[in-house]
């Protein structure tokens, strides 16, 4: 029933990335030199994420850490997080390599945010209705709380994307963002740096930890 929307989507997906990639090139050039004076080497964080059906990829941004335990920096997120790279974070311009993604089909412009491959066997399978669709830079979640919201309220968001997705409701939610990220809104999970890891609907108990992985799952 979702094949000519699903088809649709994606040759805009191809348009819009192609587009963004090059209208965003001296932003990108820019990020790019300011990590590289602030923070060294590497410049792109990369790291292996879930996408449609669970196949991994690799998922590409901009660096705001600095290295887990190089020359002994700490391995606890917030203390990671540099300046600069949480001046990234509430401008989301961290995420604009992602669109490089879109253009490689691996991600589409809106759609679940995908998380990291160790939640996999962590999903309920109604929760894992999320990976039916292509992962994406922005989605339902991100315009209505980010961070900000629970665990059972951002996979409950993904899956009623999954269900009610459309065009009309695309639109909505990358208008939403837009608004979001101006605001700066629900960047950080409470009191944690970034988001709080999931453990699972059984593992309820341990989700006082405010630590994640890599770059905090977004």
Partial sequence: MRRPYDAVKRVLDVLVAAV???????????VALAVLITMGRPVLFRQARPGRHGRLFELVKFRSMSIDGEDGAPTND??????????????S????????????GEMSLVGPRPLLPAYLNRYTPEQFRRHEVRPGITGLQQAYGR???SWDERFALDVCYVRQRSFGLDLRILLRTVRIVLRRDGITAPGAAT???????????????????????R
Wanted: charged share 15%.
């Fill in 147 to 149: 961070n900000a919201l």
């Fill in 93 to 104: 311009l961290d995420e604009l390599p992602q669109l490089w993604n879109v253009l490689r």
């Fill in 195 to 217: 988001a709080r890891e999931y453990l699972g609907p059984r593992e309820l108990a341990a989700a006082g930890t405010g630590h994640s992985s890599a770059e905090g799952p």
């Fill in 78 to 91: 917030g203390a990671r997080l540099t300046p600069f790279g949480r001046w990234l974070r509430t401008t």
């Fill in 20 to 30: 963004g990639l090059l209208l965003t090139a001296p932003v990108l050039a820019a």
